[in-house]
């Protein structure tokens, strides 16, 4: 283990953030990393515990715990702290393809397995994974491999979302030569265009696909396999075909008024404005000087409101259906389960700042959107909602008429989350699907040599599970072509 002492001696102790005022002035990243030395005690604080529940990767209650990857966290914290982060870089390589991309978007399940956190504040996982990735890249760490011995097997990966990307490194790796399909511009899929670049700067994706160009993935980009001739093509000219399209189809609102002009999906609103960021232009969807009401209150949500305030826009709300969680944990939600409190995100932060306002509004929904003659929006009609639970112990919904109330809205963007993959992908394929789900057996869907995998299968989830199933299905895959793996 690292220092013995280390979690007694030093208290935790976060990268850096850019002061508000300053960072929405611009989209760039806003977390300086600490000196090297601060690094080292922060590392010093893990305690290498006997039974590490940071890598344990658990579902407790309906959300994980622990890091889905089983990263081998107290080894590299303890290489940090020894200051070997060759050695660091090598084990971290060892779980996970993308930890310069964890290391910036993911929500840290880990640390909120982490034993320190019972007492006191959990050791600084994230933020040591950073450092450790950084590292590498900037010492020559992280480069092409060069000598692949290659199988003559060829691979088809439809989507470069994480799940997708993942997939390709690890087959690439093994010696399948593999060929990446993006319907978008560049590669990245939500990473790219559903992520703004504060959060996740889109040159560091390209940095990481550069880097695989290098070792012999090839991408094609503009390409939407859509159809069934194509889709044929595919299956005749590669021994196994990916699906890797991610759960695209958004949540809609269904109120009246829907039809205004001036309501967004929340993901094409992210996305127009990182092509407009990357193209150097204006974008086609701007909240400057605009009323701006985020209906959802996700991590989306949250990317809306900073987004929205970067832009100009002169108010922002935000509406959350589920009541306020408690600050400290309640009882029955028990460590190391997800801690189901209060947080206040990077872009709620910025509009307490900006706005003087906590912009979220829990128990509140739409009842209806409100237009001019022009059918501009102008008015959202709002409700509170009210919970019980019936006699099976269900809860249930029900809106308070009372409260009902109208304010002035020019933006809305619906961030209520995903229901599913689209169906063009499926269909052209001719696969089974269930609710917005591929239906698979392991990774493996109702046709012969195709494979689904990431948010097409499971459903919307989180980057670093987009790796895990990466992952997975390269064994599985790798063990359809060659009949054994070693992945």
């Known amino acids: 283990m690292g220092k013995k002492t280390g979690f007694m001696e030093y208290k935790r102790q976060d990268n850096q953030e850019l002061d508000v005022n300053a960072r929405i002035k611009g989209y760039h990243e806003f977390h300086t990393p600490l000196p090297h030395a601060l690094r080292q005690q922060q590392a010093a604080r893990c305690m290498d515990c006997g039974v590490p529940f940071c890598q344990s990767g658990m579902v407790l209650s309906g959300m994980v715990t622990g890091c889905p990857l089983h990263n081998l966290i107290p080894e590299w914290n303890d290489m940090v702290y020894r200051n070997h982060l060759d050695i660091a870089f090598q084990r971290l390589q060892k779980t996970n393809n993308f930890p310069e991309f964890t290391s910036r978007v993911c929500p840290a399940p880990c640390e909120k397995a982490c034993t320190c956190s019972l007492h006191a504040d959990a050791v600084s996982i994230r933020d040591n994974e950073y450092a450790i990735s950084e590292y590498a890249y900037a010492n020559g760490l992280m480069k092409a491999q060069e000598r692949i011995v290659r199988s003559g097997k060829r691979v088809a990966v439809i989507g470069s979302g994480p799940s997708g990307l993942t997939l390709a490194d690890q087959l690439n790796q093994r010696g399948h030569a593999v060929t990446v399909y993006e319907r978008a511009d560049r590669a990245g899929g939500l990473l790219m265009y559903g992520i703004p670049n504060m959060k996740l700067d889109k040159g560091i994706i390209e940095r990481r696909i550069s880097l695989m160009k290098k070792e012999g993935v090839s991408f094609r980009f503009c390409e939407e396999i859509a159809d069934k001739k194509r889709a044929d093509k595919l299956l005749m000219a590669y021994d196994a075909v990916a699906l890797a399209c991610g759960a695209r189809k958004p949540r809609d609102i269904q109120v009246p008024g829907r039809e205004a002009k001036g309501i967004y999906f929340a993901v094409d609103y992210l996305s127009e404005q990182t092509h407009a960021l990357l193209e150097q232009r204006e974008t086609a969807i701007s ?138 992908v499926m269909d052209a394929f001719g696969i089974q699907s269930e609710r917005g789900r591929v239906l698979t057996n392991g990774y493996r869907t109702s046709r012969e040599k195709v494979f689904s995998l990431g948010d097409m299968r499971r459903g919307q989830s989180l980057v670093v599970w987009g790796i895990v199933e990466g992952r997975e299905c390269a064994r599985e895959i790798d063990a359809y072509l060659m009949g054994y793996t070693n992945l």
Not at 359 to 374: H, I, S, W
Not at 390 to 398: H, K
Not at 402 to 407: N, P, W
């Open 287 to 424: 909240a400057q000087g605009k009323r701006v009401l985020v209906i959802g209150g996700g991590d989306t949500g949250n990317d809306c409101i900073a987004t929205a305030i970067r832009q100009g826009c002169s108010d922002v709300v935000q509406l959350e259906m589920m009541p306020k969680p408690p600050v400290e944990r309640p009882a029955g939600n028990e460590w190391p389960q997800w801690p189901r409190v209060l947080k206040t995100d990077y872009g709620q932060q910025e509009c307490i700042e900006v706005f003087h306002k906590d912009p979220r509004l829990f128990q509140t929904t739409v009842k209806q959107f409100l237009t001019d003659a022009q059918g501009q929006l102008t008015q959202v009609e709002l409700i509170e909602l009210a919970f019980h639970e019936d006699a099976t112990g269900r809860r249930i919904m029900q809106e308070k008429q009372e409260t009902k109330r109208s304010i002035d809205v020019d933006l809305v963007l619906i961030a209520a989350g995903f229901i599913g993959c689209e169906d063009a």
